[in-house]
């Protein structure tokens, strides 16, 4: 039984994660920044945006959608950080 339920746990992680990272965007690349990465991530990144998103998912698309879940989980966090410089309002 516990078995079960750890492989009902995986397999709702993994349709989360694609349901969340791997889905398309309006954010077009070309209206954006430059942002460099390591060539390592930018490769690994690129199999996985091709192979798993079938195609349709772009590396931006993928990025723009890894930042907008890290800000909705850490921006309470990152607002109190923030807060303590003596910096303008995030």
């Known amino acids: 039984m516990k078995n079960l339920k750890q492989k009902t ?3 709702l ?3 989360q994660y694609k349901s969340t ?7 077009m690349a070309r209206k954006g920044k430059t942002v460099y990465i390591s060539k390592e ?3 690994k990144l690129n199999l996985l945006v091709f ?3 079938g195609g349709k998912v772009t590396l931006a698309d993928y990025l723009q959608n890894l930042l907008q879940h890290h ?3 850490f921006g ?3 607002k109190e950080l923030y807060g303590k410089t003596d910096k303008p309002n995030f």
């Open 71 to 73: 800000f909705e989980d």
């Open 41 to 43: 991530f930018h490769q």
């Open 13 to 15: 992680r993994t349709a």
């Open 9 to 11: 746990d995986k397999a």
């Open 21 to 27: 990272f791997l889905t398309t965007t309006e954010f």
């Open 76 to 78: 309470a966090e990152m």
């Open 51 to 53: 192979m798993l998103g």
